[in-house]
């Protein structure tokens, strides 16, 4: 048997009482920023590793202001890459018997494209509308990718399908332009 306590002692807590509910709610709300926050942050990545993907050949083909833009004819193409001979179209280019164009549906054999030669070697990109639609093909996919993301991610689908659609937009019109 356990003596009662005497009425005199009394027992005394500097801590106040914590509710149940406060501390799960609060974990709650902390947790669901942090995933709010990863969301986030996985849709910007996708955005900008388009933007990255795209400006590698996209910053070649809008800004033209003193690169060499001429013809190019297709006249051979191996596994990857396809060659032929560079008439001049700009001042101060000179024609060239062999340049390098990327193997991709954008390139056939026997046809003739607009292009810019990249600096510093012998590679080039299509240039004119096509080739600005043809560059900005990789930010139209990570669009589409970022859409899934926003949608099913964030809750925000009507930002989804604006994502989706812009992607979308953008791919149709590249493949149709190609």
């Known amino acids: 048997m356990i003596p009662a306590m005497p009425a005199s002692v009394a027992v005394t807590s500097h801590r106040r009482p914590v509710r149940r509910g406060s501390v799960r709610r609060g974990s709650v709300v902390v947790l669901r920023w942090v995933r709010l926050a990863g969301v986030w942050l996985v849709v910007w990545l996708l955005v900008v590793a388009g933007v990255w993907g795209s400006w590698g050949s996209a910053q070649h083909v809008m800004l033209t202001k003193g690169r060499e833009r001429g013809t190019m004819e297709v006249v051979r193409c191996g596994a990857d890459s396809c060659s032929g001979p560079y008439a001049p179209l700009s001042s101060g280019s000179r024609g060239r018997a062999r340049v390098v164009i990327e193997r991709s549906v954008a390139v056939r054999e026997g ?44 809750g925000r689908v009507r930002w989804g399908w604006v994502l989706a659609g812009s992607g979308t937009v953008l791919l149709t019109v590249a493949f149709l332009a190609v």
């Open 111 to 154: 046809r003739t494209y607009t292009v810019v030669i990249k600096p510093g070697g012998d590679e080039v990109v299509r240039s004119g509308p096509a080739g600005v639609l043809y560059a900005w093909v990789p930010m139209g996919g990570a669009l589409l990718l970022a859409s899934v993301v926003v949608a099913g991610g964030l």
